[in-house]
């Protein structure tokens, strides 16, 4: 019983343990650095690219930001969308 009452603690502040994906189109920078694996550094830049050039048409342009390869994208697929803003489409 306290195992799981600690591994609820966990996953709850462990980052990214939901249902909802993070919008990168959308997302504030702290909103993207409860995505496990993104920083400060990379949500900041996330938005400044976003600002810059408009929205991700796929989460494979994400690529486009330094520091931020093909490693990271299999690693955070499956907890971000790129959907336009008021949509649910995730990608």
Known sequence: MIAACFLMVFMAGSGIAQSAKVNINT???EELMQIKGI??????RIVSYRESN????SIED???INGIGPKT???IKDFVT???AGQDTAS
């Open 27 to 29: 997302a504030s920078v």
């Open 39 to 44: 920083g400060k550094v990379y949500a900041e």
């Open 54 to 57: 408009g929205s991700f048409g």
């Open 62 to 64: 994400l690529q486009n």
């Open 73 to 75: 994208i299999e690693r």
């Open 82 to 84: 790129v959907s336009e």
